[in-house]
């Protein structure tokens, strides 16, 4: 199971999903953080470094905290939430490349699907069944369409509030 997680300012509120899916895409785990609004002093003593210290220390390594599948692999679309733990990657579209996967870098990785490449960014190396799992789910789906689920459902949860 591959895991997608996400943390948002929305309506300066902030807050985080993470979405584990199976091999075809179809949620297995869902859990999201409650909005947090930080205070003007908070905003004063944190400076550029809150959402950062929002984004990582509050609300991404709970999540992960608290998942129950503990997916093998974790994407994500802020490159910064990588320092979250060593199994969480960000990914990006890149130019097409050959299809399969090849090794950029150490905890750098292209995987190209037929039509799609993703580049994926990581502190640490993943296992080559990992690696062999994300591509299987990049011939099923585009692997940054469940960001846009994650957007949504995040959307609506601060709507809630």
């Known amino acids: 199971m591959i895991g997608y997680l996400s943390v948002k300012n929305i309506g300066n509120k902030f807050t985080g999903g993470l979405l584990v899916v199976d091999q075809n895409g179809i949620p297995q785990e869902f859990k999201y953080s409650e909005p947090v609004t930080p205070t003007k002093l908070q905003r004063i003593i944190y400076g550029k470094a809150l959402e950062k210290y929002l984004s990582i220390e509050v609300i991404a390594k709970t999540l992960l905290s608290k998942s129950e599948t503990r997916p093998a692999v974790v994407l994500t679309d802020d490159v910064n939430i990588v320092e979250a733990a060593d199994n969480v990657f960000h990914i990006s579209k890149t130019a097409s490349e050959k299809e399969g996967i090849k090794r950029v870098d150490e905890g750098e990785y292209v ?7 993703y580049r994926l960014m990581g502190n640490s190396d993943l296992s080559e069944d990992v690696l062999n799992d994300i591509l299987s789910l990049s011939e099923s ?15 609506y949860v601060c709507s809630e509030q």
């Open 141 to 155: 789906i585009d692997l940054l369409e469940p960001f846009q689920r994650l957007q949504k459902a995040l959307e």
């Open 111 to 117: 995987i190209a699907s037929p039509g799609s490449s």
